[in-house]
């Protein structure tokens, strides 16, 4: 990525963010970088590529996130409240309608990030259950595969179900239900006491 998509990427994603992806024109975006619509499509073939690499940076940047957590040397417990601290960061400024505007307008690229997102999603999880599996934090009888696969189902079909308004989707209080839920039923009793003595709680 050139230095010069690097610095408007980031104000183009929070633009994104606060208007959606479909009513944010070329247009408004050079208008809102104070840049001439030359300029911009000298770095972007078309909003579609736009679009493209936006969300490519937002991906890649939460994705380093992720992967600094893993570098802290904590272990599985403690990297889970990690997680934990950091998607509620991400709640902050979470648009559903930027989602929904991709699978609708968009529909390679959502099928492109799905896929990625989700291969990454299960080894993530997988590399934290075996860990706890091997700590004694987390239950020995686990099976890390399936419960891998069934956190990357839940994550991906939520938002497909009808059960759940938009408002309880991008509700910290679902959010957190659904994390202690998982947290607890994956703990050993090891894992327990560890959190009992830690005094460590998932605040809201």
Do not use: C
């Not at 272990?75 to 950091?86: G, P, R």
């Not at 309608?97 to 099928?111: C, G, T």
């Not at 004694?136 to 497909?160: K, M, Q, T």
Request: glycine share 4%; charged share 30%.
């Amino acid at each position: 990525m050139e230095d010069k998509s690097r610095q408007i990427i980031p104000k183009i994603y929070m633009l994104y963010q606060r208007y959606g992806i479909k009513s944010v024109t070329m247009d408004d975006v050079s208008q809102h970088l104070g840049i001439s619509k030359k300029t911009l499509y000298e770095s972007f073939a078309d909003k579609e590529d736009l679009v493209k690499q936006v969300m490519m940076w937002d991906y890649d940047r939460k994705l380093d996130f992720f992967l600094k957590i893993g570098e802290k040397k904590l272990n599985a417990i403690e990297e889970l409240f990690e997680v934990y601290k950091m998607i509620k960061e991400i709640y902050q400024d979470y648009n559903p309608s930027v989602e929904y505007d991709i699978r609708k307008y968009y529909p390679a690229l959502f099928s492109h990030l799905r896929d990625i997102k989700r291969k990454r999603l299960y080894e993530l999880s997988m590399k934290n259950l075996n860990k706890g599996k091997l700590e004694g934090l987390y239950r020995s009888d686990l099976n890390a595969s399936l419960l891998a696969r069934l956190h990357v189902f839940r994550v991906e079909n939520i938002i497909e179900s009808e059960l759940f308004s938009i408002e309880e989707l991008t509700s910290i209080k679902v959010f957190h239900e659904i994390f202690v839920y998982h947290l607890y039923g994956i703990l050993s009793a090891e894992g327990r006491n560890f959190m009992a003595d830690r005094h460590m709680k998932f605040s809201r």
